[in-house]
């Protein structure tokens, strides 16, 4: 039933609110379990903090430190099935840990890492081991009063394109995704929910509130309910510069802080330098790293490299907000980065579920376990847990080397360089575009077949969707290929 105020509202079993990947997870998990699903995202795809992050999907080797070893487990496991179900924007990375006996003793080490090691099973990721500097590549890298360090498995992940992916998969399964489409508000009546989007009223059994940074305004404004302030916004940046030594292994470097900050190899040429952790109380649209981050980060990395970074070499740089779940830790560092969901079902509101916190490694897990929380109030079966073991899109192969070989068999007019890219960032999925003619190039590859396939599939509205989310190709194309595309995209939409 839908009452009078909403009877020309589109009745649907859950409202998402929020296409970061929290939303995007839940939408994928709801769809493939039979509930039609609508997902309403303001802006663009991961268009906030799911595109800011570190891109590990990670145990969090720090969080022992705070004994989050429910966290660390959870995600640890996370590491291989997300690496099994989508192989071609997830891989291993091997992680460079300098001992500065001074800063955590090698005891601690070894304990984090034996825990690191044992805490789930490991099939794919190599065990953590003691290197010698003098025997191993990072050496040349380090200043020559490092001696010893450790080394330890964790994955890459390219975190924008598993937004899209579980996006794309939830609408393979019915979900509607609706991108640049607000929530204005939402009330209960009639044991429904009522709301107001930007795309026309949803009429909705449930809803679903992943709305990052503004997970709190979206009870407080759209909702009007009362919230505690249960959300803890810290700021965290990254720098990138050009590609600062050769080896294909990334540095986890201890600050004299107690923090931690990554040297990861990046986009080919480049070396991705992050994060930091500052308190931020302003509206988080508007995001951007300061001079002192970026002073924080160079020496954080000059302290160890052999040759210094200055803010001189920042070729580009981003930051994001995480929206953590307030525990009251005085530190920003020390606020727990584990989930909470909580779901209001009483008789006046049907089952409303607000996600506060979470990681992009264990986004698949709190999907699961939004709906076997959702699924009982709403007065349904749970059912099993699925998303593990179904392969994002394009995901359907095992070894990223040989389905390149066989891809490239397929389309060998495509240069070796490009081939790569496309694998990487679609997978299997990159067959449907691929071939001889791929129309214009509109600048560094980006041809006219490529974004008429993200156009269609991947909800691309402006180059800016294209060059910095869909891709970080923004890093590499040449001047002019932006206003190209916003161009074509534009011809694409008047001819429908
Ligand atoms: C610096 C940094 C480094 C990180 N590194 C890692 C890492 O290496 N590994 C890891 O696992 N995690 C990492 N994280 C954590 C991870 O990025 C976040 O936990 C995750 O991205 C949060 O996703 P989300 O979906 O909750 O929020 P978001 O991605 O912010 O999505 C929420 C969405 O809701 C939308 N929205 C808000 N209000 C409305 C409305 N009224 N109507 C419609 N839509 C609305 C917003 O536009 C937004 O897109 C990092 C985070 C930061 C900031």
């Known amino acids: 039933m839908v009452t009078q105020a909403g009877s020309n509202a589109e009745l649907t079993d859950l409202?998402?609110?929020?296409?970061?990947?929290?939303?995007?997870?839940?939408?994928?998990?709801?769809?493939?379990?039979g509930l039609s699903v609508q997902l309403v995202e303001q802006h663009d795809l991961a268009q906030h903090t799911s595109s800011a992050s570190t891109k590990l999907i990670h145990g969090g080797l720090r969080y022992l430190e705070y004994y989050e070893f429910r966290l660390?487990?959870?995600?640890?496991?996370?590491?291989?099935?997300?690496?099994g179900i989508a192989p071609h924007i997830i891989w291993p990375l091997e992680f460079v840990l300098p001992h500065e006996k001074h800063l955590r003793p090698a005891w601690m080490i070894r304990a984090g890492l034996f825990l690191y090691d044992h805490l789930a099973k490991r099939k794919a990721l190599p065990a953590s081991r003691a290197i010698s500097f003098a025997?191993?590549?990072?050496?040349?890298?380090?200043?020559?009063?490092?001696k010893r360090g450790f080394t330890y498995a964790d994955c890459w992940v390219e975190d924008s394109r598993l937004v899209v992916l579980n996006a794309m998969d939830a609408a393979e399964r019915g979900a509607q995704i609706n991108t640049r489409c607000k929530l204005l508000s939402a009330r209960p009546e009639g044991g429904l929910w009522l709301a107001r989007t930007e795309a026309g009223p949803i009429a909705a059994r449930a809803m679903v509130n992943a709305a990052g940074p503004w997970v709190a305004e979206v009870l407080s404004r759209k909702l009007g309910r009362n919230t505690e302030n249960n959300v803890r916004m810290i700021k965290g940046s990254h720098i990138v510069t050009k590609r600062l030594y050769e080896g294909e292994e990334a540095f986890i470097l201890q600050n004299p802080d107690?923090?931690?900050?990554?040297?990861?190899?990046?986009?080919?040429?480049?070396?991705?330098?992050?994060?930091?952790?500052?308190?931020?109380?302003?509206?988080?649209?508007?995001?951007?790293?300061?001079?002192?981050?970026?002073?924080?980060l160079c020496a954080a990395v000059s302290r160890y490299f052999r040759k210094p970074v200055t803010p001189a070499d920042v070729v580009w740089s981003y930051a994001g907000v995480r929206p953590l779940y307030d525990d009251n830790a005085t530190e920003a560092k020390a606020v727990t980065r584990d989930y909470v969901l909580d779901l209001t079902h009483d008789e006046a509101t049907p089952p409303l579920l607000?996600?506060?916190?979470?990681?992009?490694?264990?986004?698949?897990k709190l999907a699961e376990h939004a709906l076997e929380k959702l699924l009982p109030a709403m007065g349904r079966p749970v059912g099993s847990?699925?998303?593990?073991?179904?392969?994002?899109?394009?995901?359907?192969?095992?070894?990223?080397?040989?389905?390149?070989?066989?891809?490239?068999?397929r389309f060998p007019s495509l240069p070796l360089d490009l081939a790569r890219r496309l694998?990487?960032?679609?997978?299997?999925?990159?067959?449907?575009?691929?071939?001889?003619?791929?129309?214009?190039?509109?600048?560094?590859?980006?041809?006219?077949?490529?974004?008429?396939?993200?156009?269609?599939?991947?909800?691309?509205?402006?180059?800016?969707?294209?060059?910095?989310?869909?891709?970080?190709?923004g890093l590499h194309v040449p001047e002019g290929t932006a206003a190209r595309i916003d161009d074509y995209l534009g011809q694409a939409v008047l001819s429908g």
């Open 15 to 33: 409202l998402i609110v929020g296409g970061g990947v929290n939303g995007a997870a839940i939408a994928r998990d709801a769809a493939g379990r």
């Open 72 to 83: 660390v487990r959870e995600a640890l496991i996370e590491r291989e099935k997300l690496l």
């Open 135 to 146: 025997a191993h590549p990072a050496g040349g890298v380090l200043q020559p009063s490092y």
């Open 258 to 296: 107690g923090r931690i900050v990554f040297v990861i190899p990046y986009e080919r040429n480049f070396s991705l330098i992050g994060t930091t952790d500052v308190p931020f109380d302003a509206d988080p649209d508007k995001v951007e790293i300061s001079p002192e981050e970026t002073a924080y």
């Open 354 to 364: 607000s996600v506060f916190g979470g990681k992009i490694t264990t986004s698949r």
């Open 385 to 409: 847990s699925w998303t593990g073991d179904a392969v994002l899109p394009g995901g359907d192969f095992t070894d990223f080397n040989k389905y390149l070989t066989e891809f490239q068999g």
């Open 423 to 473: 694998v990487r960032a679609y997978g299997t999925r990159a067959e449907r575009f691929a071939g001889t003619n791929m129309g214009e190039d509109l600048g560094g590859g980006v041809s006219e077949a490529e974004l008429a396939y993200l156009a269609r599939h991947e909800w691309v509205r402006s180059a800016e969707d294209v060059l910095w989310r869909r891709s970080r190709l």
